[in-house]
């Protein structure tokens, strides 16, 4: 009987014994990854798939944080290095895929003058390799330059303070306690919130990627035997005959972009619990922001 079964009958055991056998699991997915990565293996790929969003991947990264924020504490440097490299890997995820919206802009151009101004059906897009596609197959991909913005600039725009908020009881409270209504924000609010949408995102994922069909109410033995029938069939419908044809895209994004509001989260509650252990002096300290676009920004930046 594992550890987890002798101590489950109330929930404080049920989290100390998955706390507990975290570590083992970490340690034995590391020392075996073909048991899971090896996706020639159909048993490997359905592994994955269980524990992608199983409890016990969820209390590894419970346990991660808990050793992370401990070391953290006893050294605050060390939290203030992983405060600064997360929202530095934010802000540069974000910097980056901010030019969809460009590139957006240009295709809807090319659009516009290759089907009113030249009467064509197709469009030819590409650098060495030249994708051709006809012309509503173009027009509803430019739906995915928006959600690579909403879903991998959402980290980003977080770390710039540029998520619009209702402050009616937050601005006039103390550094002290906004620093609290921050930390039980990212423990009781963001977390959960970002633990729904992966359990929900991640089966929503694998449905439309492999047959037969996984869901979250699944067994870990019974995806094993549903393995002896896996096949990979990736989503192309589109929701036109000539129409885009890799929805399955916007799955994966929704994945990375949970990803990213469990990183976002974790960083906001170092950072909160930083400036609340060493006062005002350190708010914002190492915070790297985009200078404001105009004197109206810089204002509303300011009063902040």
Same mark, same amino acid.
């Given at each position: 009987?594992?550890?987890?079964?002798?101590?489950?009958?109330?929930?404080?055991?049920?989290?100390?014994?998955?706390?507990?056998?975290?570590?083992?699991?970490?340690?034995?997915?590391?020392?075996?990854?073909?048991?899971?990565?090896?996706?020639?293996?159909?048993?490997?790929?359905?592994?994955?798939?269980?524990?992608?969003?199983?409890?016990?991947?969820?209390?590894?990264?419970?346990?991660?944080?808990?050793?992370?924020?401990?070391?953290?504490?006893?050294?605050?440097?060390?939290?203030?290095?992983m405060v600064r490299g997360t929202e530095g890997f934010a802000n540069a995820t974000g910097r980056v895929f901010a030019w969809a919206g460009l590139a957006m802009v240009i295709q809807q151009i090319a659009i516009i003058?290759?089907?009113?101004?030249?009467?064509?059906?197709?469009?030819?897009?590409?650098?060495?390799?030249?994708?051709?596609?006809?012309?509503?197959?173009?027009?509803?991909?430019?739906?995915?330059?928006?959600?690579?913005?909403?879903?991998?600039?959402?980290?980003?725009?977080?770390?710039?303070?540029?998520?619009?908020?209702?402050?009616?009881?937050?601005?006039?409270?103390?550094?002290?306690?906004?620093?609290?209504?921050?930390?039980?924000?990212?423990?009781?609010?963001? %977390?959960?919130?970002?633990? *729904?949408?992966? =359990?929900?995102?991640?089966? #929503?994922? $694998? !449905?439309? +990627?492999?047959?037969?069909?996984?869901?979250?109410?699944?067994?870990?033995?019974?995806?094993?035997?549903?393995?002896?029938?896996?096949?990979?069939?990736?989503?192309?419908?589109?929701?036109?005959?000539?129409?885009?044809?890799?929805?399955?895209?916007?799955?994966?994004?929704? %994945?990375?972009?949970?990803? *990213?509001?469990? =990183?976002?989260?974790?960083? #906001?509650? $170092? !950072?909160? +619990?930083?400036?609340?252990?060493?006062?005002?002096?350190?708010?914002?300290?190492?915070?790297?922001?985009?200078?404001?676009?105009?004197?109206?920004?810089?204002?509303?930046?300011?009063?902040?």
């Amino acid at each position: 009987m594992g550890l987890v079964e002798s101590w489950g009958g109330n929930p404080i055991g049920w989290v100390a014994a998955h706390l507990i056998e975290a570590p083992v699991n970490l340690i034995s997915a590391l020392a075996q990854p073909g048991l899971w990565l090896n996706w020639s293996d159909p048993q490997a790929v359905m592994r994955f798939v269980y524990y992608g969003a199983s409890v016990e991947l969820f209390f590894v990264f419970v346990f991660v944080a808990l050793v992370l924020t401990i070391a953290g504490l006893i050294r605050p440097a060390i939290m203030w290095a992983m405060v600064r490299g997360t929202e530095g890997f934010a802000n540069a995820t974000g910097r980056v895929f901010a030019w969809a919206g460009l590139a957006m802009v240009i295709q809807q151009i090319a659009i516009i003058f290759m089907q009113r101004i030249f009467g064509a059906s197709q469009m030819s897009l590409g650098f060495g390799k030249v994708m051709t596609f006809d012309i509503s197959w173009w027009s509803e991909e430019l739906k995915l330059y928006n959600a690579i913005i909403v879903t991998l600039c959402i980290a980003y725009t977080f770390v710039q303070g540029g998520h619009v908020r209702v402050d009616l009881l937050y601005a006039p409270a103390r550094f002290s306690r906004k620093k609290w209504v921050d930390m039980c924000g990212c423990l009781f609010f963001m %977390i959960p919130a970002g633990v *729904l949408i992966w =359990l929900y995102g991640w089966f #929503f994922l $694998w !449905r439309n +990627l492999i047959t037969p069909s996984t869901s979250a109410s699944d067994t870990f033995d019974r995806l094993l035997a549903k393995s002896a029938a896996l096949r990979w069939n990736v989503e192309t419908i589109g929701f036109s005959p000539n129409g885009f044809n890799a929805y399955f895209l916007f799955k994966v994004l929704l %994945i990375a972009f949970t990803a *990213l509001v469990f =990183l976002t989260a974790l960083s #906001f509650f $170092w !950072r909160s +619990l930083l400036e609340w252990r060493e006062g005002e002096a350190s708010e914002g300290r190492g915070l790297d922001r985009d200078p404001p676009a105009d004197a109206a920004a810089e204002f509303a930046a300011s009063a902040k």
